[in-house]
């Protein structure tokens, strides 16, 4: 049985940084990986890949450019680094196993609160 734990999360001010984990049981990571978030009263957002060599990345256009996904060497941590943060970065964030096209909120979610 897979399971995803993200962590990290927390109160940042707009244009501070914040950098999140994913630890997965059941997988080894060596596999496409995903960040999703949720904010607020709206749908679940795809904002970055990784696939499965840790060598190619994509990023939504909300957030190109501030947020980097990656893979530890011991595939066993997925990361997102979010810097230059913006109020509209407000959300639950996910890790997912899959790409864009497959990725699904699984397990617990991290709070990304931005406010001065």
């Known amino acids: 049985d897979v399971q995803l734990q993200a962590s990290g999360g927390g109160l940042v001010r707009p244009g501070g940084s914040l950098r999140l984990s994913c630890t997965a049981s059941?997988?080894?990571?060596?596999?496409?990986m995903s960040w999703l978030r949720q904010a607020p009263g709206k749908g679940v957002e795809w904002i970055a890949e990784?696939?499965?060599?840790?060598?190619?990345?994509a990023n939504a256009d909300s957030v190109s450019g501030r947020f980097t996904i990656s893979k530890d060497n011991a595939w066993k941590t997925l990361h997102l680094q979010m810097n230059n943060v913006r109020p509209e970065d407000t959300a639950v964030y996910y890790c997912?196993?899959?790409?864009?096209?497959?990725?699904?909120?699984r397990g617990q979610g991290t709070q990304v609160t931005v406010s001065s």
């Open positions: 059941g997988i080894t990571l060596r596999s496409p």
């Open positions: 990784i696939n499965a060599n840790g060598d190619m990345t």
């Open positions: 997912a196993e899959g790409p864009r096209s497959t990725a699904q909120p």
